[in-house]
C-alpha cells in the first residue's frame, strides 16, 4: 500500500488493472446473459433435461416410481414431453423465461386443444439455469385445458424479405396473468398429477 502511494506510477497501473477486471467481469456477465438467447435452443434442452430429472427424483422420494416419461422429437404435436401415470396423460409444452425478465406473454399451440389434459409449464431460470418457480396452464388432472382459440394470433418472431411478421394461425399468444404461480416441483406435481401416494 506504502509503495502504491510513494510511486503514483505504480498506483496508475494498479488502477488500470482493477478497471480492466472490472471491464472483464462486466463482459462477461453480459456473454452469460447473451448466451441465453444465442443458444436458446441449448438452453430449453438444458431445462427440460433438469426439469424431468427433477421431477422424476422428487417422484422417488415419494415412493412413486410408475411414472413413464415420453419426449417428442420435435414439436409437430405441439407439446415438448409427455408424462403419465395411470389413467393421467400430461401433454406439456414447456416455456423458459429467465428471472427479472420483462416477458408478459408466450406463445402456446393450439394442438394442447386437442389432448385429452395438456397444460403449459413456463419455468422461471436464473442466468445458470438454476430452476427458481413455475407458471402453470392447465386444467385438473385428467381433464383439457381451457378453450384459448379466441385469444389473439401469435405471429412469427422474425420478419419475411418484406419486414412483415406472418402470423402462425395455430398458436396464440397468452399472457402470464392467465398463468397461476407455483413455487416449487412439488406443487407442480400436484397439478399435474393430483395428490400423490407411493
Not at 43 to 67: A, K, M, S
Not at 104 to 129: A, F
Request: hydrophobic share 40%.
Amino acid at each position: 500500500m506504502c509503495q502504491l502511494r510513494s510511486n503514483p506510477q505504480l498506483a496508475i497501473i494498479a488502477d488500470k488493472k482493477r478497471v480492466g477486471y472490472l471491464m472483464d467481469t462486466k463482459s462477461s456477465v453480459i456473454a452469460d446473459n447473451s448466451a441465453h438467447y444465442i443458444h436458446s435452443v441449448l438452453r430449453e434442452r438444458i431445462v427440460e433435461h433438469v426439469f424431468v430429472g427433477d421431477t422424476l427424483r422428487r417422484l422417488w422420494q415419494l415412493g412413486i416410481t410408475d411414472v413413464e416419461v415420453l419426449r417428442s422429437e420435435f414439436d409437430a404435436g405441439g407439446y415438448d414431453l409427455v408424462l403419465s401415470r395411470g389413467k393421467i396423460i400430461r401433454h406439456i409444452q414447456l416455456k423458459t423465461m429467465s428471472v427479472g425478465a420483462t416477458t408478459r406473454e408466450t406463445t402456446v399451440s393450439m394442438k394442447l386443444l386437442e389432448k385429452p389434459s395438456g397444460c403449459v409449464i413456463w419455468i422461471v431460470v436464473t442466468p445458470d439455469l438454476q430452476l427458481l418457480s413455475y407458471l402453470w396452464l392447465g386444467g385438473l388432472p385428467g381433464e383439457p385445458i381451457s378453450d384459448f382459440s379466441d385469444f389473439k394470433i401469435a405471429k412469427h418472431v422474425r420478419a419475411n424479405a418484406e419486414g412483415i411478421k406472418g402470423e402462425r394461425p395455430n398458436h396464440r399468444k397468452v399472457s402470464s396473468g392467465r398463468f397461476e404461480k407455483l413455487g416449487s416441483i412439488d406443487q407442480v406435481l400436484g397439478k399435474l398429477f393430483g395428490t400423490l401416494k407411493g
